[in-house]
């Protein structure tokens, strides 16, 4: 029994890890789009 809650709580973590990388990828991805619109946005005034 303790060996399956260690092993869960390892799963766990992990994909609370990879979540967290996923978001922060995104958020970046996110950024980037805006700093294009906003150039764009700049250069047809």
């Known amino acids: ?3 399956l809650l ?3 709580a390892v799963l ?3 994909l609370g890890l ?3 990388n996923t978001i922060e990828g995104m958020g ?3 950024a980037k789009a805006g700093d294009k619109i ?3 946005a700049k250069k047809s005034k």
């Open 6 to 8: 260690i092993t869960l």
């Open 12 to 14: 766990a973590s992990v």
């Open 38 to 40: 906003e150039e764009t």
């Open 1 to 3: 029994m303790t060996r």
């Open 28 to 30: 970046k991805d996110i």
């Open 18 to 20: 990879s979540a967290c």
